[in-house]
């Protein structure tokens, strides 16, 4: 690898002056160039798959390091007929060295450019100069003096670019015109816009030196390319041009601001529709008419109209020189897109990495190299083996601007995973009786019991198990009869047969906890112990028990720059928080120790192995890399040798192999099982009598970084933050079809009671408000009179029958009506059936009119309230959604309204679960 790395950098550019990025960036980007060439010299074209251990900011620095060569061979191959390139003609006002100027012809004779300014001055330029015309794009000419002194000023600042390359002078910017496109996934661009603005190289920001929006596009995903594939592309043109025109033209503005805004668009339209800045402009245009009470109704249409923009330079294909691709999932989604970059012969390189942590894509290499689209592609895997041959360094950021990526790969190199099974104790038949998916199993429908396993007794086996002193007794066992008790007083109906079974093992837990015994012996060396707090009911345990060092260095948390980490027991919640997928996988600590019993050894190799082996395949190389061939892995043999190696197995008490034949396959779905049990408090009683006064919904549900979920009811929205392709941050009213993993969920608690203060300044609105809200306080007052809600039900068919008013009192409309916090007023019909449990026929439909005339006012101050926290909420984010906390809060005219938001990184949409009204929308653990 070193050899070929070496060789490289010979006949590619793969430094950036008196900077550079790390061997294995280097040695990617070089394998990514060879195969570029390859595909312009053969003409057929497969994607290419390069797997890192992790990828950090891999896909950004290739797609850098990339376009920087294809710069070099715009600069030597820029032709030097670029008049005619131009289209020019004698008199054309033409842009050089930033000077406007007349094109008046080519001597050829004299090999010069002839131009003439506006003082009547002819100047003669070498015939190399042409490279730097442009067309003109002032109407001014200037004076020969102001290009004499803007040309010395030019060729004496020497751009990072031109050190880069080593070029004599600096190269005409508006004349490179190779494009590379990198889909960074989505909620990454705005992370990589921000790194290269941030990254300097001879003090000038990468993102100035790779031309950042001109020819490094930064795409969350494949939408740049719709202009391409989708056969609509013009059809949308001509409708959004046409639409916005004619929404901009009808209108008339009164605001000089607004006026000018809207004249700038117009302008924009025509010029530059598929660029940056038009959609900023457009961006901006909508967002100042929601702003101003004018012109919200325009403003919120022309933001409607943008999903109908063609895109940025939406038909890139005869421009991209490579699409660097930053997540396999979208590659999935859009086999089509990929299929018709490889036919335009563009390379299509798919950045990678081992960070597998759910159990359902443990094989995504093999789904994505079984698929039609893809099963032909090429594959690349930086294993240990072919980075070793680098001979990598670690680096604080004086050599590498990607130190952090060469420091990952360097820990990963020298990772050792080891497993130490303490010796075999009474223990492990307890908690394999009660930890195991046969048990959960009988607890059934025995709703309090699932509850009280997974509150009470499930953490009370962990804060055993991964203890080296045993904790308090006295707490346990008052944790252990709160369990018995619930046991005791919940399952009547229980199979005798399951009950007695259920019953010695708890005696035998209590006489374990009573002995004192703890299962893994004392440890001195607490250093890189992993420390965690688990929760029994409302009390909180420490394991392993409280250190007297000052700082943990690895609590509840993984510190990705320690050297080492011991876990104490498989993690409590390991399948929702990922503490050791974190340390292997996502943080490669160097040295990962476990201490386990042989009860959880078995899963934790196994499941160890299962994820270590899905992260390798079988390589399949381009004939451009023949040379690399004795490093290729070219059987499963191989990937079970590395499998193999990576893990280092110790027992101190029976041998592993009594316990190999264990498979996580069970394990896996009592995690399953264990997370939807996480649900089951919220799903409401199964109850006949309670089920009827229970308003639930059907669900799917919102998985999020911190382990917490949202149960988002179908047909609902939520408040979203996605970029948009220019790397803004936008707000949208999201349903789960238009969420995606990488969007950030915002909920802001907009209550009725924030609506009251909001109208606390007007007599006549707070009048209005008392009026909407007499309506649910003669349901509610109703409803108090019966036990049951199907009672009450039956007393409004009586009254709808009654006075023949022609309402649904149905039992899910009454229990909306009841609980619903976000409805304001029932339809008329069911309006004056509510309103008859109180007053007499002549008299409810005035009174169902006020009440829906209140409701209309009441609708818009709802909705100025909702628009001014958005506003407010863009105002805080700017351009990241990472300077809002995860809580916060907002003041908006008087008022605090509070918020939470958190990525999303699952998404489960469901057919089958039902869920209580009052646990939707908000963020759960």
């Not at 330079?313 to 396999?328: H, K, M, P, R």
């Not at 443990?362 to 032909?376: C, G, M, N, Q, R």
Request: charged share 25%.
């Amino acid at each position: 690898m070193k050899e070929y790395l070496n060789e490289a950098k010979d006949r590619f550019y793969l430094s950036l002056g008196g900077r550079e990025f790390s061997p294995v960036i280097q040695a990617s980007t070089a394998i990514a160039l060879d195969y570029s060439q390859e595909i312009h010299q053969k003409g057929n074209s497969a994607p290419m798959v390069i797997t890192f251990p992790c990828k950090e900011n891999t896909a950004l620095w290739m797609a850098v390091q990339f376009l920087i060569n294809e710069f070099f061979h715009d600069y030597v191959h820029q032709s030097e007929n670029r008049i005619k390139e131009l289209g020019l003609k004698a008199g054309d006002k033409i842009d050089i060295f930033s000077t406007t100027a007349l094109f008046q012809r080519i001597d050829n004779d004299k090999n010069k450019l002839v131009m003439k300014f506006s003082d009547g001055a002819i100047a003669y330029a070498d015939i190399q100069n042409i490279q730097f015309v442009n067309p003109g794009r002032k109407k001014m000419v200037n004076k020969y003096v102001n290009y004499h002194k803007n040309k010395k000023k030019f060729l004496d600042q020497r751009k990072a670019l031109t050190q880069i390359l080593s070029l004599d002078h600096n190269p005409n910017f508006g004349a490179l015109s190779s494009k590379v496109v990198l889909i960074s996934g989505r909620g990454k661009s705005g992370l990589f816009r921000r790194q290269l603005r941030e990254t300097l190289v001879y003090d000038e920001p990468l993102s100035e030196t790779v031309l950042l929006d001109k020819c490094l596009l930064i795409s969350p995903d494949f939408s740049c390319f719709s202009g391409s594939v989708d056969a609509k592309s013009g059809r949308n043109t001509e409708f959004f041009v046409k639409a916005v025109k004619q929404s901009l033209d009808t209108s008339e503005y009164k605001d000089s601001k607004i006026e000018t805004i809207v004249n700038d668009c117009l302008r924009l339209i025509e010029q530059s529709l598929k660029t940056k800045k038009f959609v900023d402009s457009f961006q901006s245009l909508y967002s100042a008419l929601l702003k101003h009470s004018d012109y919200q109704i325009l403003g919120s249409k022309l933001q409607n109209l943008m999903k109908y923009h063609p895109g940025i330079e939406d038909d890139l294909i005869n421009d991209v020189s490579a699409v660097f691709v930053n997540d396999l999932h979208l590659v999935l989604e859009n086999p089509k897109t990929v299929t018709y970059l490889t036919k335009h012969k563009i390379p299509v390189f798919i950045i990678s990495d081992r960070v597998i942590s759910d159990w359902k894509e443990l094989e995504i290499y093999k789904t994505v190299f079984s698929t039609e689209a893809f099963v032909d592609v090429y594959r690349f895997n930086w294993d240990k083996n072919k980075i070793v041959e680098l001979e990598l360094q670690y680096d604080n950021g004086y050599n590498f601007v990607d130190h952090y990526n060469n420091n990952a790969f360097c820990r990963f190199i020298s990772q050792k995973i080891t497993i130490e099974q303490v010796v075999p104790s009474e223990f492990d038949q307890i908690f394999n009786a009660l930890e195991s998916k046969s048990f959960l199993s009988s607890l059934g429908e025995y709703e309090l019991l699932q509850k009280a396993y997974y509150q009470i007794l499930r953490p009370l086996l962990y804060t055993l198990k991964n203890s080296i002193e045993q904790p308090d007794t006295i707490k346990l066992i008052a944790h252990f009869n709160h369990f018995t008790e619930i046991l005791d007083s919940s399952s009547s109906g229980l199979n005798e047969e399951i009950k007695t079974s259920i019953n010695e093992s708890l005696h035998s837990l209590k006489s374990y906890i009573l002995s004192g015994e703890q299962p893994k012996g004392f440890i001195d060396d607490r250093k890189y112990l992993f420390y965690q707090d688990i929760s029994i009911d409302t009390m909180n345990f420490m394991l392993p028990a409280e250190s007297d060092l000052k700082v943990m260095v690895h609590h509840n948390d993984i510190s990705p720059t320690a050297k080492s980490i011991k876990f104490i027991g498989y993690p409590f919640r390991e399948y929702s928080f990922k503490y050791i997928d974190q340390s292997i996988f996502k943080k490669v600590i160097p040295n990962v120790n476990f201490v386990l019993n042989p009860c959880e050894s078995s899963v934790t190799m196994n499941s160890l192995k299962r994820k270590i082996g899905s992260g390798y395949y079988v390589e399949k190389f381009p004939s451009c890399l023949n040379e690399l061939e004795k490093y290729r892995i070219k059987d499963d043999v191989q990937i079970e040798s590395i499998i193999d190696g990576s893990i280092n197995f110790e027992e101190s008490g029976n041998p592993y192999h009594e316990f190999e034949n264990a498979t996580t396959t069970e394990y896996e779905e009592f995690e399953q099982m264990l997370n939807e049990l996480r649900y089951s408090g919220y799903k409401g009683s199964n109850d006949v009598e309670e089920i009827s006064g229970q308003y639930l919904l059907n669900c799917n549900v919102l998985h999020f970084e911190n382990g917490s979920y949202v149960f988002l009811p179908q047909n609902w929205r939520i408040l979203t933050l996605k970029e948009s392709i220019t790397g803004s941050i936008e707000s949208y009213s999201s349903k789960i079809t238009d969420v995606a993993v990488g969007d950030i969920a915002v909920i802001v608690n907009v209550s009725r009671k924030s609506i009251t203060k909001y109208l606390e300044g007007s007599k006549s609105m707070l009048t209005y408000m008392e009026t909407l809200e007499s309506w649910r306080e003669i349901l509610r007052q109703e409803r108090n009179k019966h036990e049951y809600v199907y009672q009450f039900v039956e007393r409004l068919e009586k009254v709808n029958c009654s006075m023949q008013i022609g309402g649904s009192p149905e039992n899910y409309n009454v229990l909306r009506w009841l609980h619903d916090e976000t409805m304001l007023a029932p339809a008329y019909e069911n309006l004056k059936m509510i309103l008859g449990l109180k007053y007499p026929k002549e008299e409810l439909s005035e009174r169902a009119k006020a009440i829906l005339g209140a409701k209309t006012i009441i609708l818009k101050a709802k909705n100025k309230l909702d628009r001014a926290v958005k506003d407010k909420l863009a105002d805080m984010i700017g351009s990241s959604h990472d300077v809002l906390d995860d809580t916060f809060t907002i003041q908006v005219q008087g008022i605090e309204v509070k918020g939470k938001k958190n990525e999303i990184v699952g998404i489960e949409k469901r057919n089958d679960l039902k869920i209580e009204y009052h646990s939707t929308m908000k963020f759960l653990k």
